[in-house]
């Protein structure tokens, strides 16, 4: 009986407690050990104390129990993040801030695969498949066995690198070494009727307030009713695959013809459209809105592109968007505001494995551009950068 009674009794004291009693029975223990009459009720009270208790880390009946982790915050800074980039620089790192109350450890899902352990503050990670792709980043806090997670979306440029660009920083004519240009009216209007006669006056082209302005103008010149401008990198700059961006605000008016597109280098030898034409962005002035993505190449040219419209936004011609390509040797895609809107198979067949080179131009009216407006005075097609990456 006194055995059960002294068990229960240090079971329950806590930790403290007990061991400033048992140290005081053990004391007790080798005093009375003295006295020959008490040895055996001694000995029975030190065993039981030493055998009943102990505060091991082990789990009982009084420990407290495990707390799930709360209040967990996660938020992602993507590097290189601009007005103008706003999927990063293309280097596809991106920085999470994880954050909960009562968690122990911390876990990322990064939505590419990958499966890491973090810890409560920044946790940097490189995403390297190329190309701008959207993932669901989950975070899940830990305490023991206990969890919450939460998921946030990033959208990120990765695995790219610029190789060529043109800001338009400087003010004046735009930079000799990266452009040079078209002039006159062509053959035939450069083979679409076209009423403009291509100029490199500044009345015409030039760079203003860190943007390039194409201005296309009402006015007799060289025989011609309308006077623009067509800027080119042949034999200044081409490249055969990679990404090629624009950042453009279209210009207003019936008639009015702009473009972003690419010719192959070999047009002088193999002429068009055995060289391939890649139109990135075309808008008609009398189609308010609607973006022409196409491809010209034997079989499927002049009135028979393989071409693709679509109208993302009534802002056009007041905002300025960005408009792209991914060229590949398996497929080109076109992008606005890196939203996909036409993808085609490339194949080794076709004119699209070689290099190109860059325009941007102005035209009015002709077989595409259509009417032009009696009352059109001039507009401007505003172009705030131009951007290549492998």
Known sequence: MLMYS???????????EAFFIKFFLINLLMQILFFKSFRPIAIQIALITLISFSCSSGSSSNDSPIVTPSNLVVTSEIVGQSANQPNGDGSGTVKFN??????TSFKISYGDGTLQNA?????TYTYTIAGTYTYNVT????????????TITIRIAAGTSPIWSDEFNTDGSPDSSKWNYDIGTGSGGWGNN???????RSENVKVENGVLKIITKKENYQGSNYTSARLKTQGK???QYGKIEFRAKLPVGGGTWPALWMLGDNISTVGWPACGEIDIM???????????????????????????TVTPNTTATTEFHTYSVDWRAGAIKFYIDDVLFKTFTNASNLPFNQKFFLIMNCAMGGSFGGAIDPIFVSSTFEVDYVRVYN
């Open 6 to 16: 002294i068990s229960m009794f240090m079971n329950l004291l806590s930790c403290t």
């Open 98 to 103: 994880i954050n909960a109350n009562n968690a």
């Open 119 to 123: 810890t409560a503050g920044i946790n």
């Open 139 to 150: 975070v899940t806090a830990f305490n023991g066995t206990n969890s919450i997670s939460s």
């Open 194 to 200: 076209e009423s403009q006669y291509y100029t490199s």
């Open 237 to 239: 700059f081409s490249i």
């Open 282 to 308: 075309e808008h008609k002035g009398n189609e308010l809105n609607k973006i022409h993505g196409t491809l010209h190449f034997p079989g499927r040219s002049g009135g028979n592109p393989d071409s693709t």
